[in-house]
Each structure stands twice: as C-alpha cells, then as structure tokens.
T-cell receptor
C-alpha cells in the first residue's frame, strides 16, 4: 500500500505570495491532518479534515486554510506569506476518528513539504 | 490542556550503549501515547504506541511503558546502533470525544557514534 504523499516536496516563495500544498492520504484513509514544524515552535497542529469537513482547527491565523476533496485528498493554502511561515508542513492520514470513547486510529505521516519564504 | 515534556538533547551515545529518553505528560482522562521518529529530511514515522495504563509498546528493539501513576512514557533501547540517530518525539492523543489532535513534545535528537 502506498504511503502518504505530499507535493511539492520543496517550495520557495516570496513574502506576500500565496501557496497551495497537496496531500494524498493512504488508500482507504478518510481523515487528513496538517501540522507545521519549525525549530522554534516544534510541531503544531493546523487542522483536521474528515469526510470533506474541517473537524478541528489549531491556533493559526485565518491566512491558513484547507479543504478536503471527495477522494480524501487534501490541500492547504497559505495566503499573504510571511517570513515566519517558513517551515516543514506535514500531512498525516488515518482511517478516521475511531470509536467514541476509544483510542484514536493511528496517524501516518507524509515526508512533508519544505516551504521557504524569502 | 494537554502537554508533553521530553528531555532536551542532543543525547550522544556510543554504539551498543543503553538509551533512555524521558517523557512525561499532562492530560485529562486516559490518552493514548506515542513515540515517533524523524530521520533527516523525512517525515515522522510511528515507532510505538500504548493505549492504556501499564501497556508496553515495542518495536525494533525500542520499548516504552505507559505509567499512569507517574504520567510518564519513557523510551528505552538496550543497545543503540548508528542507524538509530534521529529525532524522537513523544506525543499523546486524547480518547475520542470529538476529533482530538496529536500533542507533541519538542523532540530529542539522538546521535550515535561508532
């Protein structure tokens, strides 16, 4: 089974531009989560999608947005890029939320997209 | 809210040495606990997990036991190899009452020399 794929792997943008990152989950997985990884802040949760609906959102400004398509593929968009948005953006897929009150399904991570803002 | 604290690195060891990376957590209820590993230039790989108290997760010679009484999930390996050099992240995720997210520690870099 193919793993989580993310495109592009590397991206260089300038301040003020916008960017769209793509994530294809493992076949059969319906949940996609996005995380930002920086040396200073570590790994921070951005948002999670399940069945094309945003189910949870982290503490990021509205410039960060995402969506999920009917085939479970997801995109995230960052508008009006700032230097501080330079980071590794990781996507993770899972089967879904799991049974109520039970342990969650495991999340499997992609290789990430390295975004550099100059 | 949930939080994870793990020892700062880098941890520098010689090959075949014993490894311990400490991890403690704060969470309501009974979270699931995870260790992820990140090799240079790659994403995160799930190393092991435990979903309830006293569970022991193990994989590739690594082990960690879910200790509710001390809210800890320390990672251990009896004999490290150069190929184990990576960054290790402890993480937790709440039981399902909605869509709980993974909360990560800051990561601990492990450097193993021959």
């Amino acid at each position: 089974k193919a793993g989580v794929t993310q495109t592009p792997r590397y991206l260089i943008k300038t301040r003020g531009q916008q960017v769209t990152l793509s994530c294809s989950p493992i076949s059969g997985h319906r949940s996609v989560s996005w995380y930002q990884q920086t040396p200073g802040q570590g790994l921070q949760f951005l948002f999670e999608y399940f069945s094309e609906t945003q189910r949870n959102k982290g503490n990021f400004p509205g410039r960060f947005s995402g969506r999920q398509f009917s085939n479970s593929r997801s995109e995230m968009n960052v508008s009006t890029l700032e230097l501080g948005d330079s980071a590794l953006y990781l996507c993770a897929s899972s089967l879904g939320p799991g049974l109520a009150g039970g342990p969650p399904h495991e999340q499997y991570f992609g290789p990430g997209t390295r975004l550099t803002v100059t | 809210g949930n939080s994870v604290t793990q020892m700062e690195g880098p941890v520098t060891l010689s090959e075949e040495a014993f490894l311990t990376i400490n991890c403690t957590y704060t969470a309501t209820g009974y979270p699931s606990l995870f260790w992820y590993v990140q090799y240079p230039g790659e994403g995160l790989q799930l190393l092991l997990k435990a979903t309830k108290a006293d569970d022991k997760g193990s994989n590739k010679g690594f082990e960690a036991t879910y200790r509710k009484e001390t809210t800890s999930f320390h990672l251990e390996k009896g004999s490290v190899q150069v190929s184990d050099s990576a960054v290790y992240f402890c993480a937790l995720r709440g039981r399902n009452s909605g869509y709980s997210t993974l909360t990560f520690g800051k990561g601990t870099m492990l450097l193993v020399s021959p």
